[in-house]
T-cell receptor, first 111, second 117 residues
Framework: GESVGLHLPTLSVQEGDNSIINCAYS??????FIWYKQESGKGPQFIID?????DKRQGQRVTVLLNKTVKHLSLQIAATQPGDSAVYFCAERNYGQNFVFGPGTRLSVLP | DSGVTQTPKHLITATGQRVTLRCSPR?????VYWYQQSLDQGLQFLIQ???????AKGNILERFSAQQFPDLHSELNLSSLELGDSALYFC????????????????FGEGSWLTVV
């Protein structure tokens, strides 16, 4: 499938290194956040989420950190693998149930 | 596989035409969302339905409409198509009206790629 977001910011990491993908969100009242991974030609795939009453949440090889003071969300991927290459989006829920998505970051894993 | 099914996967049509995109949510999910993803605008929320009723509207054009049927599947109708409507259209679903946790979050389908020529 055709790639979307050809002008996305790109993060390049060596295989085996840790990756940190950042996201600034817009609304201090947002109460729920989700990270998605989107591979070329596929739909966004749920990775991990966090509610605003938490600062950190861990999954398998992934950790999400939430800093409400500066409205910043980050996704850490441990021991990055070639299969992690994709576009990563953060989404915040504000104004009720609507979700707003960030522009995305393209992660490129170098061999 | 998220469990959200969208058809068709690809569609090429001419300007001025009308198309219908179809979505079957995950089993048990009552809420359906439609998103548009284009190269220059990322993922844009269009509309949300919950148990057959429209519950939230985003930047959906008047030429576009949607509905959710009693069996919970949804259709997005795009009419008077323009070149700028070419995009990936995603359907997503969630159990509840207001997703708030991993057990009640939003899952996306694989999308319908619309090309208007």
């Amino acid at each position: 499938g055709e790639s979307v977001g050809l002008h996305l910011p790109t993060l390049s990491v060596q295989e085996g290194d840790n990756s940190i993908i950042n996201c600034a969100y817009s609304n201090s009242a947002s109460d729920y956040f989700i990270w998605y991974k989107q591979e070329s030609g596929k739909g966004p795939q749920f990775i991990i989420d966090i509610r605003s009453n938490m600062d950190k949440r861990q999954g398998q090889r992934v950790t999400v950190l939430l800093n409400k003071t500066v409205k910043h969300l980050s996704l850490q991927i441990a021991a990055t693998q070639p299969g992690d290459s994709a576009v990563y989006f953060c989404a915040e829920r504000n104004y009720g149930q609507n979700f707003v998505f960030g522009p995305g970051t393209r992660l490129s894993v170098l061999p | 596989d998220s469990g959200v099914t969208q058809t068709p996967k690809h569609l090429i049509t001419a300007t001025g035409q009308r198309v219908t995109l179809r979505c079957s949510p995950r089993s048990g999910d009552l809420s359906v969302y439609w998103y548009q993803q284009s190269l220059d605008q990322g993922l844009q929320f269009l509309i949300q339905y919950y148990n057959g009723e429209e519950r939230a509207k985003g930047n959906i054009l008047e030429r576009f409409s949607a509905q959710q049927f009693p069996d919970l599947h949804s259709e997005l109708n795009l009419s008077s198509l323009e070149l700028g409507d070419s995009a990936l259209y995603f359907c997503a679903s969630s159990v509840d009206l207001r997703p708030a946790s991993s057990g009640n979050t939003i899952y996306f389908g694989e999308g319908s790629w619309l090309t208007v020529v």
